[in-house]
């Protein structure tokens, strides 16, 4: 085999992969300081509850209710937030006009009249997700209700 005709092609891939890897770790930052990650609970009916009891006209958070709960931070949203801690979370719309319409696997059922009902601190959030700002210490909770 001739070496001479093997070494610029190797010197090719070495650069090429130089190259690339140089730009990865451009793009990364580098310096970045570590995102903060956002602690969220799911909960989810008992067997028993779901299976006697009739959701109730604006039932809101009650035993067996569903819910999703993480904390606020301030300078986020609550949809923000939502996606840091699930980013499995469905949403249609953007911004000031997004709608969540599953969490943590659990998509609202419209058959059912179900949707995911924000509040902070136990209280109905009175704008939307991509619009409320959080802030340190704040409860954000989502319960999936009926209309």
Known sequence: MNTTSVRPFRALVAATAALLLAGLLAACGGTAEPET?????????SDAAS??????????????AE???????????ALE???EADPSAEVSGEGENAFVTAIGGRAADDSKQ??????????????????????????ITWTLETY
């Open 81 to 83: 937030l939502l996606l």
């Open 51 to 64: 299976a006697t009891a009739a959701p109730s006209e604006g039932a809101g958070e009650s035993d067996g």
């Open 114 to 139: 179900e949707f995911w009902a924000l509040s902070v601190d136990g209280e109905p959030a009175q704008v939307g997700a991509g619009t409320l700002e959080t802030e340190d210490g704040q409860e």
């Open 37 to 45: 990650m956002v602690s969220a609970t799911l909960t989810a009916p």
């Open 67 to 77: 819910t999703f709960s993480y904390p606020g931070r301030t300078g986020a949203t």
